[in-house]
């Protein structure tokens, strides 16, 4: 167990619909990730937020926003769902964020199944 | 072990032998490269790391080579056991905007044969 809790586990949805995906980094983490893994792009890096701050953008769509509330949990916005947004949901955290392995080192939850029907 | 590609690779070894998965990477400016293991219905873990000013590090049964040359990583695993089963990552980081960058590879899947 790396301390990263997701919820919800599985979330069936239609496409153009629009879901929240929620993550509780370990406790004293400042930094949270979220990545998506597919079968046709691997685990792509979305977007980082450290204290509540955006600190780094990957891949990710404008279709799909995040942000790191006060008490450091996260949510992860997919809005207008496409068939191809189909993946896992990874949330992971670390202690900071910024440089060196405090930063790479990171502890990934368990993940969000998404199936878009 | 083969470097990734675009379907998964899968690298079978007998319990007891060793094991050496390949990566390569794109990016000579990540400062730090990382190995990370996935197991079936978890998210990845953590395994070992080795900064780009290294050639070669040795944790626990594990050892990381790495060859900017060729801008080759590899994983050795010694005495490869059946919970090593997994599909194992390799990683760049890269410090950008003040935030970390991961890059994972496409992976590899290890089968330990009993």
């Known amino acids: 167990d790396s301390g990263v809790t997701q919820t919800p586990k599985h979330l069936i949805t239609a496409t153009g619909q629009r879901v929240t995906l929620r993550c509780s980094p370990r406790?004293?983490?400042?930094?949270v990730y979220w990545y998506q893994q597919s079968l046709d792009q691997g685990l792509q890096f979305l977007i980082q937020y450290y204290n509540g701050e955006e600190r780094a953008k990957g891949n990710i769509l404008e279709r799909f926003s995040a942000q790191q509330f006060p008490d450091l949990h996260s949510e992860l916005n997919l809005s207008s769902l496409e068939l191809g947004d189909s993946a896992l949901y990874f949330c992971?955290?670390?202690?900071?964020?910024?440089?060196?392995?405090?930063?790479?080192?990171?502890?990934f939850g368990p993940g969000t199944r998404l199936t878009v029907l | 072990g083969e470097s990734v590609g675009l379907h998964l690779p899968t690298l079978s070894v007998q319990e007891g032998d060793n094991s050496i998965i390949n990566c390569a990477y794109s990016n000579s400016a990540s400062d730090y490269f990382i190995w990370y293991k996935q197991e079936s219905g978890k998210g990845p873990q953590f395994i070992i790391d080795?900064?780009?000013?290294?050639d070669k590090r040795q944790g626990q049964r594990v050892t990381v080579l790495l060859n900017k040359t060729v801008k080759h990583l590899s994983l050795q695993i010694a005495a490869t056991q059946p919970g090593d089963s997994a599909v194992y990552f390799c990683?760049?980081?890269?410090?950008?905007?003040?935030?970390?960058?991961?890059?994972f590879g496409t992976g590899t899947q290890l089968k330990v044969e009993l």
């Open positions: 990683a760049e980081n890269r410090v950008t905007g003040g935030g970390n960058k991961l890059t």
């Open positions: 992971a955290s670390s202690v900071e964020g910024t440089s060196g392995r405090s930063g790479y080192e990171q502890f």
């Open positions: 406790s004293g983490d400042l930094s």
């Open positions: 080795i900064r780009s000013n290294m």
